[in-house]
């Protein structure tokens, strides 16, 4: 039997930045359907026999979803899902051709976009990666603002990065100073440093970036169950979430 009811519409896609579906499942003939299926709407298909395959591969930051079947050989699609919760750029979609509530309700607690029953008919499957490929823009979107983030409060030194916690947490340049035991010059001048090294243009400016990066991150860790990072009087809050270097 097809693993698929096909009736696709062609769309393809006019971006030069074509979203890529993973596709993991141990039959050929699945790969190969889903291979055409994904094409005929212009999105790059990239098929793995196993998780293993899969994760064998470099991450990359880029918009896309991870279409997997559950049961695998070696490790299973739940076993992969957890694995890659932190990989919030590649929402996962499972299918399956048996699915116990259990696994179902595992998989959608993790996050996963869907959990379809084989065959799948096409419309249901695209709808739910073109989901998916949404919820990936907009992480993608978000972890190359982290890196940006995370680049130029790498190249603050030791003392910015104090004034910088001290700054963001509300503290004025007196109170920074009577805290660092530094002169209010001093203060202004690490001040100055800083926001230029931050590329800020004002302190609101500086204190926005902040909070939009804190409160993804902190829905993303939510959503995936990741830990979230605990702020310190002089560094609020600094993102780790991404690998290092940033795949391109």
Same mark, same amino acid.
Request: charged share 25%; net charge positive; hydrophobic share 40%.
């Given at each position: 039997m097809s693993p698929l009811r096909m009736c696709p519409?062609?769309?393809?896609?006019?971006?030069? =930045?074509?979203?890529?579906?993973?596709?993991?499942?141990? =039959?050929?003939?699945?790969?190969? +359907?889903? =291979?055409?299926? *994904?094409?005929?709407?212009g999105f790059q298909p990239r098929t793995a026999r196993s998780a293993e395959e899969f994760l064998a591969r470099p991450r990359l930051i880029t918009p896309g979803c991870l279409l997997t079947? %559950?049961?695998?050989?070696? %490790? +299973?699609?739940? !076993?992969? /899902?957890? %694995? *890659?919760?932190?990989?919030? !750029?590649?929402?996962?979609?499972?299918?399956?051709? /048996?699915?116990?509530?259990?696994? @179902?309700? /595992?998989?959608?607690?993790a996050g996963a976009i869907e959990v379809l029953t084989k065959p799948v008919a096409a419309d249901g499957l695209l709808s739910a990666i073109r989901h998916a490929i949404e919820r990936s823009r907009a992480a993608v979107d978000h972890l190359v603002r982290l890196r940006t983030f995370q680049e130029r409060y790498a190249s603050l030194s030791a003392r910015e990065r104090e004034v910088w916690g001290l700054v963001v947490s509300g503290r004025l340049n007196k109170q920074i100073a009577a805290k660092l035991g530094?002169?209010? *010059?001093?203060?202004?001048?690490?001040r100055g440093n800083m926001m230029r090294k931050m590329r800020a243009g004002s302190f609101l400016e500086l204190v926005t970036t902040v909070e939009t990066l804190r409160?993804?991150?902190?829905?993303?860790? @939510?959503? +995936?169950?990741?830990?979230?990072?605990?702020?310190?009087?002089? =560094?609020?809050w600094v993102p780790s979430l991404l690998p290092s270097p940033l795949a391109a």
């Amino acid at each position: 039997m097809s693993p698929l009811r096909m009736c696709p519409r062609r769309n393809p896609s006019d971006s030069s =930045d074509v979203p890529t579906v993973y596709v993991i499942d141990a =039959d050929a003939s699945v790969r190969e +359907t889903l =291979d055409v299926l *994904i094409r005929s709407v212009g999105f790059q298909p990239r098929t793995a026999r196993s998780a293993e395959e899969f994760l064998a591969r470099p991450r990359l930051i880029t918009p896309g979803c991870l279409l997997t079947e %559950l049961s695998l050989p070696g %490790l +299973t699609g739940l !076993e992969l /899902q957890r %694995l *890659i919760l932190e990989r919030t !750029e590649v929402p996962v979609i499972f299918m399956s051709e /048996q699915i116990d509530v259990r696994s @179902a309700v /595992q998989a959608m607690k993790a996050g996963a976009i869907e959990v379809l029953t084989k065959p799948v008919a096409a419309d249901g499957l695209l709808s739910a990666i073109r989901h998916a490929i949404e919820r990936s823009r907009a992480a993608v979107d978000h972890l190359v603002r982290l890196r940006t983030f995370q680049e130029r409060y790498a190249s603050l030194s030791a003392r910015e990065r104090e004034v910088w916690g001290l700054v963001v947490s509300g503290r004025l340049n007196k109170q920074i100073a009577a805290k660092l035991g530094i002169t209010e *010059i001093t203060v202004k001048v690490h001040r100055g440093n800083m926001m230029r090294k931050m590329r800020a243009g004002s302190f609101l400016e500086l204190v926005t970036t902040v909070e939009t990066l804190r409160r993804w991150t902190g829905a993303m860790a @939510a959503s +995936t169950h990741l830990p979230s990072e605990s702020p310190s009087d002089t =560094d609020p809050w600094v993102p780790s979430l991404l690998p290092s270097p940033l795949a391109a």
